[in-house]
């Protein structure tokens, strides 16, 4: 039993990373804004 939830946290570790990978690159804004980025900061 102890094994087992042990293997299974480790699991959970190794692919929670992984998860967070899946972005589809820079921002951007909705078509009917305007496109504001990158800006500089802090904006004047």
Known sequence: ???RLM???LLALLVA???ACGKKG???APSDQPNTF???Y???
Do not use: E, G, V
């Open 1 to 3: 039993m102890y094994r």
């Open 7 to 9: 293997l299974l946290a």
């Open 17 to 19: 990373p992984l998860a």
């Open 26 to 28: 820079q921002p951007s």
């Open 38 to 40: 990158p800006r500089a």
């Open 42 to 44: 802090p904006r004047d």
